[in-house]
C-alpha cells in the first residue's frame, strides 16, 4: 500500500506564560492511501497539536511530515498556502465558520480561494450542503443554525474542494446518532475515492467502526495503533 501521509519523530513544545508544555513528544505515523485512521485518547494528549501539524496549520519543534511525499514545512509560505488549498480539508474542533457569510458562501470559500467563480462555487456549496441533510439551510448564518448544524456546513467545506487529505478533529461530536452515522458514510466515500486520506480525531465510540486503524495517544506519543476486525458493513 502507498503511503500518503509520513511523520517522523514530530516533536513540538508550547510556552504557556513562560511554562513549558510538551504537546508532541516523538511522533512516528504512516497513514496509507484510501485509509481511514482514527485518533483517540485522552484530553490534552496532543490530538488535536498532531493534526494541525499534519495539516500545516501549525510547525513543529522537529522531525518531519510528508504529504503526499511533500515536506510541507519546506515550502515557502505562499506555495504551502496554496499546497493546503488544493490538497487538505481540515475540519476544526470548533468549526471556525466565518460568522458574516451564510452556509453556501462559507463552504463555498475553498473553492473560490483556489480560483473557481463565485457563482459556480456557491452552485456546488449547495449541492453539498444537500449531502449533509441541510439542503433547506444554506442561506443561514451559523448564528442561526444549531451546533449540529454548524458541524456539517463545517464538514461540507473540508470535502468540497475534493482535497487529498480530509483531517477531522471530533466530526461528530454535536450530531446525534443518524446524523453521526451520515457524515461517517459520505466521509469515508469521498476519503476512499481516487486513494485519499482520511484523519479523525473522535472520542466517538459509535463511530469506530469505520475505522481502517485507530490510532491511541497518551501524554504526547502514539502508544498503539489496532487493526480494527469490525468492519462496518456499508
Ligand atoms: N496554544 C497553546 N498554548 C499552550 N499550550 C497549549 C496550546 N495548545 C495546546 N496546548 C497544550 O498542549 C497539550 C496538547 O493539547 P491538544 O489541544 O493537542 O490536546 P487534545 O488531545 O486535542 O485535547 P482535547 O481532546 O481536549 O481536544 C495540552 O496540554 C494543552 O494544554
Ligand atoms: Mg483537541
Given at each position: 500500500m502507498t503511503i500518503a501521509i509520513d511523520c517522523q519523530n514530530l516533536t513540538k513544545t508550547y510556552d504557556s506564560d513562560g511554562q513549558k508544555v510538551m504537546a508532541l513528544t516523538g511522533v512516528n505515523l504512516a497513514i496509507h492511501q484510501a485509509e481511514l485512521m482514527m485518533l483517540v485518547g485522552p484530553?490534552?494528549?496532543?490530538?488535536?497539536?498532531?493534526?494541525?501539524?499534519?495539516?500545516?496549520?501549525?510547525d513543529q519543534d522537529e522531525g518531519h511530515c510528508w504529504i503526499y511525499g511533500q515536506d510541507v514545512n519546506k515550502l515557502a509560505s505562499r506555495d504551502r498556502l496554496k499546497f493546503r488549498a488544493q490538497n487538505i480539508g481540515f475540519v476544526f474542533q470548533a468549526y471556525n465558520l466565518l460568522p458574516a457569510l451564510n452556509?453556501?458562501?462559507?463552504?463555498?470559500?475553498?473553492?473560490?480561494?483556489?480560483?473557481m467563480k463565485r457563482s459556480q462555487a456557491e452552485r456546488k456549496a449547495v449541492e453539498l450542503l444537500a449531502q449533509v441533510g441541510l439542503a433547506e439551510r444554506y442561506r443561514s448564518l451559523?448564528?442561526?443554525?444549531?451546533?449540529?448544524?454548524?458541524?456539517?456546513v463545517a464538514i461540507a467545506r473540508a470535502l468540497v474542494h475534493e482535497p487529498r487529505l480530509i483531517v477531522c478533529d471530533e466530526p461528530t461530536s454535536a450530531l446525534d446518532h443518524q446524523n453521526g452515522q451520515l457524515i461517517m458514510q459520505l466521509l469515508k466515500q469521498v476519503a476512499l475515492?481516487?486513494?485519499?486520506?482520511?484523519?479523525i480525531v473522535t472520542h466517538d465510540a459509535r463511530i469506530f467502526s469505520f475505522a481502517d486503524r485507530i490510532a491511541h495517544m497518551d501524554d504526547g506519543r502514539i502508544t498503539d495503533i489496532e487493526a480494527t476486525v469490525l468492519k462496518h458493513p456499508d
Amino acid at each position: 500500500m502507498t503511503i500518503a501521509i509520513d511523520c517522523q519523530n514530530l516533536t513540538k513544545t508550547y510556552d504557556s506564560d513562560g511554562q513549558k508544555v510538551m504537546a508532541l513528544t516523538g511522533v512516528n505515523l504512516a497513514i496509507h492511501q484510501a485509509e481511514l485512521m482514527m485518533l483517540v485518547g485522552p484530553s490534552g494528549c496532543g490530538k488535536t497539536t498532531l493534526i494541525s501539524i499534519i495539516a500545516g496549520i501549525l510547525d513543529q519543534d522537529e522531525g518531519h511530515c510528508w504529504i503526499y511525499g511533500q515536506d510541507v514545512n519546506k515550502l515557502a509560505s505562499r506555495d504551502r498556502l496554496k499546497f493546503r488549498a488544493q490538497n487538505i480539508g481540515f475540519v476544526f474542533q470548533a468549526y471556525n465558520l466565518l460568522p458574516a457569510l451564510n452556509a453556501a458562501e462559507n463552504v463555498a470559500v475553498p473553492l473560490i480561494i483556489n480560483g473557481m467563480k463565485r457563482s459556480q462555487a456557491e452552485r456546488k456549496a449547495v449541492e453539498l450542503l444537500a449531502q449533509v441533510g441541510l439542503a433547506e439551510r444554506y442561506r443561514s448564518l451559523p448564528a442561526q443554525l444549531s451546533g449540529g448544524q454548524q458541524q456539517r456546513v463545517a464538514i461540507a467545506r473540508a470535502l468540497v474542494h475534493e482535497p487529498r487529505l480530509i483531517v477531522c478533529d471530533e466530526p461528530t461530536s454535536a450530531l446525534d446518532h443518524q446524523n453521526g452515522q451520515l457524515i461517517m458514510q459520505l466521509l469515508k466515500q469521498v476519503a476512499l475515492q481516487n486513494n485519499r486520506a482520511l484523519i479523525i480525531v473522535t472520542h466517538d465510540a459509535r463511530i469506530f467502526s469505520f475505522a481502517d486503524r485507530i490510532a491511541h495517544m497518551d501524554d504526547g506519543r502514539i502508544t498503539d495503533i489496532e487493526a480494527t476486525v469490525l468492519k462496518h458493513p456499508d
